[in-house]
């Protein structure tokens, strides 16, 4: 009687979880892209990383911005939804400077997916630096999830 009822709190907790999970933005990875478009030197992790903190050291060597974006949807929702990200950067003038960049993307499976999303050389030369983001996920007019820096 015990295991029985322990198992139905587990199950019952489990599907409450699930349905409170159906759409989301699981990571954002906003990365730097040098002169040729590269965020990265070679396909390793490690490289990655030690390639944007060289990128974010000097700035005279970016060219562009992008945000690989984690996302995951049920089966139950849209199959095509979008991904909105806003961008704030450094202030001049009165107020910063801010932009808006969308792509669609298609629900395949139940999986996480993966988006990039870039930000032309012209619009990041606008901003200057980036101050703060937010990451959308949208099924229509209808907000889904979203993942925001700390200073949005």
Do not use: C
């Not at 040098?34 to 700035?59: E, F, H």
């Not at 139950?76 to 808006?100: C, M, Y």
């Amino acid at each position: 009687m015990r295991w029985s009822a322990i198992a139905l709190i587990i199950v019952l907790t489990a599907s409450s979880i699930s349905h409170a999970t159906e759409a989301r933005v699981i990571k954002v990875l906003p990365q730097f892209l040098d002169r040729r478009g590269r965020d990265s030197i070679s396909p390793s992790l490690y490289d990655r990383d030690a390639y944007q903190a060289q990128l974010r050291k000097k700035p005279e060597l970016r060219s562009g911005l992008q945000f690989a974006v984690q996302w995951k949807a049920s089966s139950s929702a849209n199959q095509e939804l979008k991904i909105r990200v806003e961008l704030r950067g450094t202030a001049k003038g009165d107020l910063p400077k801010a932009a808006k960049i969308e792509t669609i993307v298609k629900q395949k499976g139940s999986f996480s997916h993966w988006a990039t999303i870039v930000l032309d050389e012209k619009v990041y030369q606008e901003i200057g630096e980036l101050t703060a983001w937010r990451v959308t996920l949208w099924d229509g007019d209808k907000l889904l999830s979203e993942q925001k820096s700390f200073l949005w």
